[in-house]
């Protein structure tokens, strides 16, 4: 039987690879984003392992879970006291600052797409364990203000030269700098992963982000040969103040890689969900070509079974997806095969049903207590109905695609005669074999349509958040989602006709050992410049360490005016008195916690305003104003100014840019349900060749042939595509509805887009049926009709 099955194999080769390709592409896309993010992680530890020293000393919280700079600092006398330690072969101040980016001579920033821009005084300190530190590859270290060293990667993406003065921009006091670049230098470890690395001497980095004191970020101890890290950390926690601490450069590079890696994690995962959805789409595409593979070899079947073959034996397979087919190959009685008139015996379309709508119903009602009952984890409930509705949808689909057939099938028989009717009565023939071959494009369609529904349905509530609950005039906020220099709001502030500027800032925060963020306002003129809803409380009565609670969020932790709040900002812990709740905002107030930009001083976070809402002057004319303003960003390529409306589309962008990366995904998942419509309807072809034969004795002309088996493509796809935006669309709208608590208040339906999908659904048809109608077309009369 082995020897057999490989020679059945063999025999068909293109049928192997047809149905291996779907699950090859689906398997290349798990491997490639397991690869992917390894790869990325093991680069990110190389550096960090490049960017530490032998011992670390810190602030306590300068290092956080939050990923927020700290403003805390070290005093310069400890670096002195802290080189006398027994077994330390010298120590290191460092001032490091995150958020000074490069300008390149095209006018673009460097790096700042999602990766750092870190400035640091140079320092010729060995990393730990004796790793090269920073180095100078070429030119020299910069030795007083004006001069800098880039990366080398920055520096050939800028266009810049040693000699070339390099224009920068910052969020620190000093909004732009320029300097001349007189030397490229890099860590050891190599390259930086996209972050781009700018040094200048230690006084200057102390004027520009420490105000001038003689202050430091970090200190580098470096042991003696024969020293461990840990006896070296050991002696220098000895000598340490209160509220600075002492870690080995190993645990220091770990905590820093696993942030990282912790965030990989999460690319991983939304890689891997869309290699799961290609796994299952190819499954369709496996059970289908077992299923056909099966009924075509019935008579050979039957001869093995005649010849002693055992049930088992009956087509020997490793994959679930053969499992079906096979059960059912083994079931056949060898005489009943051996006759030419016994078809391959099909389930009963109304058990399928039955079982379908059992499952479809139990989705339902998932659905429902996800919806309507308030339960906590609604999402969870929400989540499992989808999946059981799309898995009974597609085990009923047999008899939930005959009202479509039917429908295409009039369209047909008007358009095309004899022709569309027999490309009816083919799909109809075998519905199991339609509906599962149309079961691929279901669940890439309803995907692609559940998402398209509600990110529309987001982009719409966050239209009309900001048209209604936002009285700002213009908006400044940092092109490259970083925050920018206080010292701009300042100067929009004194801008002829300017009646009001409200700061917003907002760090990442945690709260009861979970991760969540926090924004910082000035209540006075954030309330003149947005219609905060108010659930309890007033705005003004945030002042110092206080915090306003989304009006969610606090029915789900019963918090209320009164209450307590222990929060966790820049590692320093501190409890906050809950003065109100607040109504979110899309778009404009989506962070679940409000506090004083006073609260975040105190808490050590670096002052750095992430957006900036600008009230006019009543009666102050409009270009006027946005004239001042331009003109103090101007020289700031990073900062931007945009009125009501393109503020507006600047927060549906990332919104469009998330649904076409899905939708680029989901492709994946398409080009797999293309590869089953082509699969089966050459499989079809094969198995109907007598019928072929006959059909094109009595008259059908290549041509019709072809239109036919283009026609049963189109159906197949139609039938998928009906079957998958009407689920996509019930789905939109449930998860449109779950999160209209949230801020999604706003229903929207783009019926434009989904017709356009059921379209292209047809035009996938056609192009999947090109091979197949073509392989019909050309098969011989005499010796189709003469086929066993």
Known sequence: MLRASWKSLLARKLRLLMSGFAIVLGVAFVAGSLIFTDTLGQAFTKIMAGSVGDVVVRPVGAVNDENTQSAKTLPASLVRDLATVDGAARADGSVTSVGVFVIGKDGKVIGAQGAPGIAVNFSDAPAGHGVQGLSITSGRAPAKAGEITLDPLTAQKAGYKIGDTVPMVTSGAEPSLKATMVGVGKFGGGGLAGASLTTFDLKTAQQLFEGGRDVYTGIWVTAKDGVSQAELRDRVKALLPAGVEAVTGDKAAD????????????????????????????????????????????????????????????????????????????????????????????????????????MTALGAAALGVGLFTGISNALVYIGGGMLLVVVGVAIASPLLGRPVIALVGMVYRRMFGTVGRLAEQNAMRNQRRTAATASALVVGLTLVSMMAVFGQSTKASVDKTIATNFSADYVVSNAIGVPFSPAVVDQVKKVPGVDAVARFRYVAAKVGGESTQVGGIEPAPFAKATKIRMGSGTIGALSGQTILVESKLAKAQGLSVGDKVTMSIAGNQATYPVVGTFEALPGIVSWPYLTSLNALSAAGVVPADNFAYVVRVPGADPATVRAGIDSVIAGLPTVTLKDQSEFAAEQRAPIDQMLNLIYALLGLAVVIAVLGIVNTLALSVIERTREVGLLRAVGLSRRQLRTMVRLEAIIISLLGAVLGVGLGLVFGVALQRSQADSGIQVLSVPFVQLFIFVVLAALVGVLAAVWPARRAARLDVLRAITTD
């Not at 056909?292 to 001869?303: G, N």
């Not at 034996?313 to 056949?332: D, E, K, N, W």
Request: proline share 3%; aromatic share 8%; net charge positive.
């Open 255 to 358: 905590e820093s890689a696993s942030a990282i890696n912790k965030a990989l994690s999460f690319i991983s995962t939304f890689l891997l969900v869309f290699a799961g959805v290609s796994l299952v789409v190819g499954t369709f595409l496996i059970i289908n070509t077992f299923s056909i593979l099966v009924a075509q070899r019935s008579r050979e079947l039957a001869l093995f079974r005649a010849l002693g073959a055992s049930r088992r034996q009956v087509i020997l397979v490793t994959l679930f997806a053969a499992y079906l087919p096979g059960r059912r190959a083994s079931r056949i009685a060898p005489i009943e095969a051996l006759r030419d008139d016994v078809a391959m015996p099909e389930s009963s379309i109304r058990r399928r049903a039955a079982i379908g709508t059992a």
